[in-house]
């Protein structure tokens, strides 16, 4: 059994930077595709970006270009860079691996992913 948990939220001004990371116990994140979504409250869940185990990162419209997702396979972490944070990316963030889930599959849809950390909270506020 997978487990997963994220650490690197926090409060941050406009403008500023979080970088989030995922770290795995009992088994590799190098076999699954790990996915990073945010909820805010009273909205669902939202896809942010996927790292695949080989090859480069899908992201959200609204991540693209903004955030970077890296894995660390020697250190079984995937990793969340958030330059230039906005209010509107206030949220709580998680991190899901999907040991089935490739290139053709639904990266977007949690229903993809079959394990998931407990979540980080984001606040971006002035």
């Known amino acids: 059994q997978v487990q997963l948990v994220e650490s690197g939220g926090g409060f941050v001004r406009p403008g500023g930077s979080l970088t989030l990371s995922c770290a795995a116990s009992?088994?590799?994140?190098?076999?699954?595709?790990v996915g990073w979504f945010r909820q805010a409250p009273g909205k669902e869940r939202d896809f942010v970006g996927v790292?695949?185990?080989?090859?480069?990162?899908d992201y959200a419209y609204f991540a693209d270009g903004r955030f970077t997702i890296s894995r660390d396979n020697a250190k079984n972490t995937v990793s969340l860079q958030m330059p230039g944070l906005q209010p509107e990316d206030t949220a709580v963030y998680y991190c899901?691996?999907?040991?089935?889930?490739?290139?053709?599959?639904?990266?977007?849809?949690?229903?993809?992913?079959?394990?998931w950390g407990q979540g980080t909270q984001v606040t971006v506020s002035s």
């Open positions: 899901a691996a999907g040991p089935r889930l490739y290139y053709s599959g639904d990266y977007a849809s949690p229903k993809s992913y079959n394990y």
């Open positions: 009992g088994g590799t994140l190098a076999d699954s595709a």
């Open positions: 790292s695949w185990r080989r090859g480069s990162p």
